[in-house]
């Protein structure tokens, strides 16, 4: 069964092909940084104006690099939450035509089941129980996967998300957007002990807080100013840094060890972060789990992982309505993730 | 030929399916702007009713705006990628000059005037031509005092229509302008295929892609900062978890 999947919730026009959940046959990412880079964050008009430009070019790619035309697509998945509303509108419209122009199936993933999804491109059907680290500029939320294959939010941020966390300190400390490589990269030649920022570690809850630190950051170089002392940019990124990475493994490994999971994944563009990268496969090493992390171009919000959620859900008789809506605010609860072994119907 | 017609850049949502002999199916939502949740549907029921098929359409009109971004926006993806799929051509047109077409047999100058939010207008003229309207004007956006300043510059006075003009109605008729009705306020599906018909017929017609909506503002460009953070679960900002927006 090849499925199409179609991604627009923040600022990544993506189309995929994907084959039985598993097979990816093209992956087409049209990228926006270029449009919200002027005003270092993205915006959400300007998102939805530029997901209408790129996604007939996107869509024409995605079929040509899967050697397919429409008439081989078995069915249409795409985002319908959470998300930019404006968004997420400009693909729901798109997948609900191209289901009425075929007589396709059409199915709505929430984005977030979607991530935790990237995984079987990559590792064959999950497996549950399972944990989830989603961290990006849109999302930090831990997802349980339980033996049934339920998925269920057990921790998010409660203010900003670790990628916007970055954005913000990299655009203070004057560098470009967006702020995650280029803070990755600085840290590389600071200290990350320099300077000992707070971690809200929010005790007895899997949430996470990100924008005390943020302000501390702000607060600490303002200090140094006034009292006339050298700053050294780079040691504020790394100790930043250290501070972002400790609390979200902290979290995952305390949900791990709660939970009793034996698997691990990491998705999310922050979890192309070298330095969470280093310390998650420690102390995943460390608890004897298991860490299960895509290649980055399945990590980053994309198609194909819409279209593995999709099948998923399409596998499991599900069908969504032409009248559908989408949703800024999707919750993720009571999923069903389809388990490896059950045979596709 | 059968001719989709998409008008979406109001908050009221038009579908209709029509040939050079008349109309074949229609269906309007006047209420609200859940474009997003009639659209489709709305196409599917044309569809059935008319007893035929989406492959016996052979070209896809569709409004362009100015008006309601999300609307446009909702509207041009769906025309856009139908026929992408189905290898379809397209024409795109403004919706001020749908608004216009239906009164093209007043003598006077008429005035296209949709709701543009924020306090502010869509406005632009028309003048009767053979077979439709001709737009004598740019399009515009600013208040209504703008507008009325323009009207009043007008020697034989004016017709205004639209949702924009019905809401002005006591300041435009201030300024010798006579206002439409508020049954007559919003571009047709149905205008819009009447007027692109003959295009079709002479394959004066567009590429999907290249289909671009009228939106004559500047994006808004705030960051949503705010926004982000509860919409993928935090709080900040938000309240109590909002219902499904419905654009
Ligand atoms: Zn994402």
Redesign the interface.
């Known amino acids: 069964m090849l499925v199409l999947g179609i991604e627009t919730s923040c600022d990544e026009t993506a189309v995929a092909l994907v084959e039985d959940g598993v097979r990816v046959r093209s992956n087409v990412i049209g990228s926006q940084v270029e449009h919200h880079r002027p005003y270092g964050g993205v915006v959400p008009e300007i998102a939805a104006r530029a997901h209408l430009e790129l996604l007939l070019p996107a869509l024409d790619r995605a079929l040509v690099e899967g050697g397919c035309t429409y008439a081989d697509v078995d069915a249409v998945a795409v985002t319908t939450g959470p998300g930019l509303v404006g968004a997420l509108l400009v693909g729901v419209a798109a997948a609900k035509s191209l289901a009425l122009a075929h007589s396709l199936p059409l199915i709505g993933v929430n984005h977030l089941e979607g991530h935790v999804c990237a995984v079987q491109l990559e590792f064959g059907l999950l497996r549950p129980p399972l944990l989830a680290l989603i961290v990006s500029g849109g999302h930090t939320s831990l997802v349980l996967v339980d033996e049934t294959g339920r998925m269920s939010t057990i921790g998010a941020t409660i203010d900003d998300a670790a990628g916007e966390a970055f954005d913000k300190v990299a655009r203070f400390l004057g560098l470009p957007y967006p702020g995650g490589p280029e803070i990755d990269r600085l840290a590389r030649e600071g200290s990350a002990d320099a300077i000992r920022f707070p971690r809200a570690l929010l005790d007895g809850t899997y949430d996470f807080s990100l924008s005390g630190l943020k302000t501390a950051v702000v607060r600490e170089l303002r200090r140094r100013e006034a009292a006339g002392e050298e700053i050294h940019l780079a040691d504020v990124a790394a100790s930043f840094q250290e501070a972002v990475v400790d609390v979200a493994v902290r979290k995952t490994m305390a949900a791990v060890a709660r939970h009793g999971v034996e698997q691990v994944t990491m998705v999310g563009g922050v979890a192309a972060n070298s330095r969470l990268r280093e310390r998650m496969a420690a102390s995943c090493a460390e608890a004897g789990a298991r860490l299960l992390m895509p290649s980055p171009a399945l990590c980053t919000d994309n198609g194909a992982m819409i279209a593995a959620a999709g099948w998923n859900r399409l596998a499991g008789g599900e069908r969504t309505a032409y009248d559908a809506v989408a949703d800024p605010n999707l919750p993720l609860a009571g999923l069903v993730v389809r388990a490896s072994g059950e045979p596709p119907s | 030929m059968l001719v989709l017609g998409i008008e979406t850049s109001t908050p009221q949502s038009s579908v209709c399916l029509a040939t050079e002999h008349g109309l074949v199916a229609s269906a309007t939502l006047g209420r609200g702007r859940?474009h997003?949740?009639?659209?489709?549907?709305a196409?599917?029921f044309c569809l059935q009713h008319a007893h035929t098929d989406?492959a016996a359409v052979s070209g896809v009109a569709v409004s362009l705006g100015p008006g309601l971004?999300?609307g446009m926006?909702?509207g041009?993806?769906?025309?856009?990628?139908?026929a992408?799929?189905?290898r379809l051509p397209v024409v795109g047109l403004a919706s001020l000059d749908l608004l216009a077409y239906p009164v093209r047999h007043v003598r006077r100058l008429v005035c296209s005037v949709l709701d543009a939010r924020r306090g502010e207008l869509f406005w632009s003229f028309y003048r009767a031509a053979p077979g439709g309207v001709q737009r004598v004007t740019e399009f515009r956006v600013g208040p209504a005092g703008k507008l009325a300043g323009e009207i009043e510059a007008v020697p034989d006075g004016v017709l205004c229509i639209g949702d924009g003009a019905v809401a002005h109605r006591a300041l435009l008729e201030s300024t010798g302008a006579e206002v439409g009705s508020a049954a007559s306020a919003f571009p047709l599906a149905q205008s819009l295929v009447e007027l692109a018909l003959p295009r079709f017929i002479r394959e004066d017609t567009q590429r999907?892609?290249d289909l671009?909506?009228v939106?004559i503002r500047k994006?808004?460009?705030?960051?949503?900062?705010r926004?982000?953070?509860?919409?993928?679960?935090?709080?900040?900002g938000a309240g109590p978890?909002?219902a499904?927006?419905?654009?």
């Not at chain 2, 041009?76 to 139908?82: F, G, H, M, N």
């Not at chain 2, 499904?244 to 654009?247: A, Y």
């Open positions: 859940a997003g949740e009639f659209l489709t549907p196409i599917a989406i971004f999300t926006r909702v041009i993806a769906t025309a856009q990628t139908l992408h799929a189905r999907p892609e671009l909506p939106y994006a808004d460009a705030k960051i949503g900062w926004n982000r953070g509860a919409l993928y679960g935090g709080t900040s978890r909002a499904p927006t419905r654009t």
